[in-house]
């Protein structure tokens, strides 16, 4: 354990100043800051709509983009950047001669990887919230106010991070044996757009597909309404999101033997 804290804090010294930490600062704050402006410059058309649907019409700028293409992109950038740093400074020989197992600079690493996606996501919960609630007391005709929507936010966007693990198990192992840009991130990419293009046409074994399933997430997070009309619930643990973490531990515990058994240059 001693090992793995001392890998993990490493990771963050060593990635701090670089646009894959910041990256899951400036992300949420520049789409939720957007859907701010975009919702207060247009307060008049939505000032005749129940609460609930201008916390939907609010929060959906942020989760349409994440749910797409943003999401997954960001979680290959992540995984990337991560491992980027070893090979940069060419230091991965010198990484694993230390006096600390493989296993924890491993789990370290991808740990790390993890907190980052963690933190953008949170960062997105808290945004939209705040966001929302002070539209709510700058421009109160637009009845935020009215409807709480924190805790499906918070669903929501945790559905989301679980649904991007087997993108970031895959990308993670992919960025570590591969040091050139262009391989990880170019399949990557191109298994995105290959996911969205199968979620977004309704192919009934998307949700097999690691690349669609943020989109495939965010597509059947809506519980069957059986309440009021202006309640909802979010569907969190859905089929996509299942195979998405059982591909990310499969994934992970494979990349750990690839990586015992092959000298990373």
């Given at each position: 354990?001693?090992?793995?804290?001392?890998?993990?804090?490493?990771?963050?010294?060593?990635?701090?100043?670089?646009?894959?930490?910041?990256?899951s600062i400036?992300?949420?704050?520049?789409?939720?800051?957007?859907?701010?402006?975009?919702?207060?410059?247009?307060?008049?058309?939505?000032?005749?709509?129940?609460?609930?649907?201008?916390?939907?019409?609010?929060?959906?700028?942020?989760?349409?983009?994440?749910?797409?293409?943003?999401?997954?992109?960001?979680?290959?950038?992540?995984?990337?950047?991560?491992?980027?740093?070893?090979?940069?400074?060419?230091?991965?020989?010198?990484?694993?001669?230390?006096?600390?197992?493989?296993?924890?600079?491993?789990?370290?690493?991808?740990?790390?990887?993890?907190?980052?996606?963690?933190?953008?996501?949170?960062?997105?919960?808290?945004l939209n919230?705040?966001?929302?609630?002070?539209?709510?007391?700058?421009?109160?005709?637009?009845?935020?106010?009215?409807?709480?929507?924190?805790?499906?936010?918070?669903?929501?966007?945790?559905?989301?991070?679980?649904?991007?693990?087997?993108?970031?198990?895959?990308?993670?192992?992919?960025?570590?044996?591969?040091?050139?840009?262009?391989?990880p991130m170019?399949?990557?990419?191109?298994?995105?757009?290959?996911?969205?293009?199968?979620?977004?046409?309704?192919?009934?074994?998307?949700?097999?597909?690691?690349?669609?399933?943020?989109?495939?997430?965010?597509?059947?997070?809506?519980?069957?309404?059986?309440?009021?009309?202006?309640?909802?619930?979010?569907?969190?643990?859905?089929?996509?999101?299942?195979?998405?973490?059982?591909?990310?531990?499969?994934?992970?515990?494979?990349?750990?033997?690839?990586?015992?058994?092959?000298?990373?240059?």
């Open positions: 354990m001693k090992g793995f804290l001392l890998s993990f804090g490493s990771e963050f010294y060593k990635t701090r100043k670089t646009l894959g930490f910041w990256g400036i992300l949420p704050l520049a789409i939720t800051l957007l859907a701010f402006v975009a919702i207060y410059s247009k307060s008049d058309h939505f000032a005749n709509k129940p609460g609930m649907m201008v916390w939907i019409q609010f929060s959906m700028i942020s989760l349409g983009s994440m749910g797409t293409l943003l999401l997954p992109i960001y979680t290959i950038f992540v995984a990337y950047s991560v491992n980027n740093v070893e090979h940069k400074a060419d230091t991965w020989k010198t990484l694993f001669s230390l006096p600390i197992s493989r296993w924890a600079v491993y789990g370290a690493k991808y740990a790390y990887a993890f907190f980052l996606l963690t933190m953008c996501m949170a960062l997105f919960t808290l919230i705040g966001f929302g609630n002070l539209l709510g007391v700058i421009k109160p005709e637009l009845k935020f106010s009215e409807y709480h929507m924190e805790l499906q936010l918070a669903q929501v966007f945790f559905k989301l991070l679980l649904s991007a693990m087997g993108i970031l198990s895959i990308q993670f192992l992919l960025s570590l044996l591969w040091s050139d840009f262009l391989k170019g399949l990557g990419f191109v298994a995105t757009v290959t996911g969205v293009i199968l979620a977004t046409n309704d192919w009934k074994y998307a949700y097999l597909f690691p690349y669609a399933q943020p989109m495939a997430a965010i597509k059947s997070m809506i519980k069957h309404q059986r309440g009021p009309a202006d309640h909802f619930e979010i569907n969190v643990f859905t089929q996509d999101v299942y195979v998405s973490l059982i591909i990310a531990v499969i994934v992970f515990f494979a990349g750990y033997v690839i990586v015992q058994k092959r000298s990373v240059k």
